[in-house]
């Protein structure tokens, strides 16, 4: 697998300034966490990373190539768990999961086995005939996750994937993410939850756009 590497990014809106110009590598295997309060450019920095987001200085790369747009990085295998989780309410949890699996040309049979594996991870393998809007908030930013894992994806970008979860169930949802890790992705988690960061390998903070390492990556 190839490093995700961001050089001297920076995003701006006009006159406000989003994002000040950054570097950053993680590593396959890696999982860091990205904190700082509302405002601080967190979900800015996720979606310039997903190719999402255009910058307005520097480059995003994975490996030897740039991520230009979303649906490059997509190609690539780039996968994002979006803050209000993108969920479509008229599937079932588990119909969400699979769809875009066999969007992507993945085999019905194998499609199925990694929407109960990813379910169970999160602790929701009951729930998966269940339609999303009968599920709770906390419920359906669990399938987001569930969505993401099942992806096997080679980046995954989780966006306060835990801002809904109670404390067991953040357990629940940080452990799948380290297990993704460990599988060789690049993790990235943009979070508030202090807990949650503590679990990662490294944290980086934003504060108005400004990024400064709180605990540095090793390695």
């Known amino acids: 697998m190839n490093d995700l590497r961001a050089e001297a ?8 300034v989003a994002l000040q110009p950054l570097d950053l590598t993680v590593r396959p295997g890696q999982l860091v966490s990205v904190t700082g309060p509302s ?3 967190k979900s800015t920095l996720l979606w310039a990373l997903a190719g ?4 307005t200085g520097g480059s995003v790369h994975l490996g030897g190539t740039a991520l230009v747009d979303r649906e490059q990085a997509a190609g690539l295998g780039v996968v994002v768990v979006p803050q209000g989780n993108g969920l479509a309410s008229s599937l079932t949890a588990a119909e969400n999961i699979v769809v875009p699996l066999l969007s992507q040309g993945v085999d019905a049979e194998e499609a199925h086995r990694r929407t109960e594996e990813a379910l169970a991870a999160v602790g929701l393998e009951e729930s998966g005939n269940h339609l999303i809007e009968e599920l709770s908030g906390g419920q359906q930013q669990r399938v987001a996750i569930a969505r993401a894992l099942a992806a096997r994806a080679d980046v995954l970008l989780a966006d306060e994937p835990t801002s809904d979860l109670d404390a067991a169930n953040r357990e629940k949802a940080v452990a799948a993410l380290r297990v993704e ?3 060789g992705a690049i993790v990235v988690m943009a979070t508030h939850d202090p807990e949650a960061a503590e679990q990662t390998d490294a944290e980086l903070h934003l504060d108005a756009g400004v990024a400064q390492w709180r605990r540095p990556l090793t390695g």
């Not at 990014?9 to 406000?16: F, G, I, N, P, R």
């Open 52 to 55: 999402a987001l255009r910058p």
């Open 181 to 183: 890790a460990i599988r």
């Open 39 to 41: 405002g601080a450019g």
């Open 9 to 16: 990014l920076a995003v701006t809106y006009d006159d406000l």
